[in-house]
């Protein structure tokens, strides 16, 4: 696992409403990604491939609470791992709890949702 944060994302109950919201104070650019039910936020300047060209910068995402997503209270970082099911099954065994199995996005890669034992919620992402 590379253990680094490269992802944001924030849930929303109205998710127009967050996006005018963010777009309007922080001037963030932000995507809808067709069929996904899914925004790319960009706040900052990436290459063309969406990756910053600032050290330590990262951008995220922003998608409504709905289905296996209502349960996500908060915002989460997402950390990059090389295997989606290695990391989840490390999470287990150290205490935290499954929320979401890998799923892929799109043909970017995969994702997996999960809470550390103290209730926070987080993501790992593994690249295509």
Known sequence: MSGKVVHFEIPADDIDRARLFYRDVFGWALTEVPGMDYTMVVTTPSDDSGTP???????????????????????????????????????????GTVLVPKMPVGEMGFCGYFTDPEGNVLGVWQGA
């Open 53 to 95: 060209r600032e050290p330590g910068a990262i951008n995220g995402g922003m998608f409504a609470r709905t289905g296996d997503f209502a349960r996500f209270t908060a915002p989460n970082i997402v950390i990059d791992v090389a295997d989606v099911d290695a990391a989840l099954a490390t999470v287990q065994k150290a205490g």
